[in-house]
């Protein structure tokens, strides 16, 4: 027996490349310097601008830039780091790469995003740090998880992986994520992101201490950078002063990276019409639930998420679409049900999250989607939560 073959292929995600970023990648190629050089120094310059940053620091992904933030705020073994289950478990296992335990907490369920007022019952005298998270690039409520890490003496890292491009509006006044509104700010470029370069990372800080801690450790605490030593007029012997890791980005890697940023505008305008139209010809489908985005902030847009109707399974609703050729993620993973983070005896209660994963399914969104796209994953979306 043969199984027709869908009528279109819609995947859930493409990054927006062109000749632009091409051309840009052969700059380091054909200089022969293509790892940490000119190219990423002006990558962190324009990316800093970008954001309103003081300082801006590549490395070689977003994991390896939540290990060096939690490093850099003083997290160290036997300490305690308040986030959320539900994020990619990347979240938690930085805290574990310092030898901390993640202490989860629940998701408001408008927004997907860290419950403020969960925050302070979950402070212990082990407490080291608050990891927030901006999950699929809705801003979290970063003033009021801000607000309780400075009245109780707590570092706030904020995991901003896929939050290039949002912001929050309070009064008016856009502030990008990644200013940042806590102590340091991780994005990623990986592919599923809405800039991309091919994979990397970037941390933002104002304080000056922690960038040059980053710029240490992401290069096996070598005392002189590549940068120094090849442009010294004199010979230079570097030392290795403190335990450090090999967290470098590449030139080739941030040339992409500076074209992307000048493209970052237009494919958040872009995505932004596409959440707008999905929510448009989506709302009337009896039980589904729509992504919600409050008042004071300015998603990009990164993954477009829907409840499905209790009487609907996911799993089922999900191989609906497979079947008609459009692409689906289930909901956002939740890192406590995960083998590392499990513990036996003593299951963690995170409702809110649970639910998060197990009823939402998250549909496809990219600059290239085009309307009649849209419009056939709406339609078997429809058809499938009807079934």
């Not at 070689?60 to 705020?73: E, G, P, W």
């Not at 596409?274 to 039980?287: I, M, Q, T």
């Not at 829907?306 to 289930?330: E, F, I, N, T, Y």
Request: hydrophobic content about 40%; some cysteine.
């Amino acid at each position: 027996m043969t199984t027709a073959s869908p009528e279109r292929n819609i995947v859930i995600a493409k990054p927006v490349m062109g000749e632009a970023e091409a051309e840009a990648a052969k700059r380091p190629i054909l200089s022969g310097w293509i790892t940490q050089g000119p190219e990423v120094a002006a990558f962190e310059r324009e990316f800093a601008s970008m954001v309103g940053a003081a300082h801006a620091c590549a490395v070689s992904n977003c994991t390896t830039a939540l290990h060096l933030a939690l490093l850099a705020v003083g997290v160290a073994p036997g300490d305690e780091v308040i986030t959320v289950s539900h994020s990619y478990i990347a979240t938690a296992n930085s805290i574990r790469y310092c030898g901390a335990e993640p202490v989860f907490i629940d998701i408001d369920a408008a927004t997907f995003n860290m419950n403020p007022a969960l925050i302070e019952p979950a402070i212990t005298s082990r407490t080291k740090a608050i990891l927030t998270v901006h999950q699929v690039g809705m801003p979290c409520d970063i003033r009021a998880i801000v607000e309780i890490g400075r009245r109780r003496g707590l570092p706030v890292v904020e995991d901003a992986a896929c939050a290039s491009g949002s912001a929050i509006v309070p009064g008016g006044e856009v502030e990008p994520i990644g200013r940042p509104h806590g102590d340091i700010a991780a994005f990623s470029f990986h592919p599923r992101k809405v800039i991309s370069t091919g994979d990397g990372g970037m941390l933002t800080t104002n304080h000056p201490k922690y960038d040059e801690q980053f710029r240490l450790l992401r290069q096996h605490g070598m005392s002189v950078s590549d940068r120094v030593r090849h442009g010294a007029r004199e010979v230079v012997f570097e030392e290795h002063i403190v335990l450090g890791y090999n967290y470098r980005m590449t030139d080739i890697q941030a040339a992409v990276g500076r074209e992307q940023l000048k493209r970052l505008p237009e494919i958040v305008a872009t995505r932004r019409r596409l959440a707008a139209r999905y929510v448009e010809r989506l709302s009337d489908v009896p039980g589904l639930g729509m992504p919600f985005e409050p008042s004071w902030a300015r998603s990009n847009w990164q993954s477009f998420s829907v409840r499905l109707p209790q009487w609907s399974d996911q799993r089922g609703v999900m191989q609906h679409l497979l079947d008609r050729g459009v692409a689906s993620r289930r909901g956002i993973m939740c890192s406590h049900r995960e083998a590392p983070y499990r513990v036996e005896g003593r299951p963690r209660r995170l409702p809110e999250s649970e639910r998060a994963q197990d009823r939402n399914i998250i549909l496809p969104l990219y600059p290239q989607l085009t309307d009649d796209d849209q419009d056939y994953v709406c339609a078997a979306l429809r058809d499938a939560c009807r079934r």
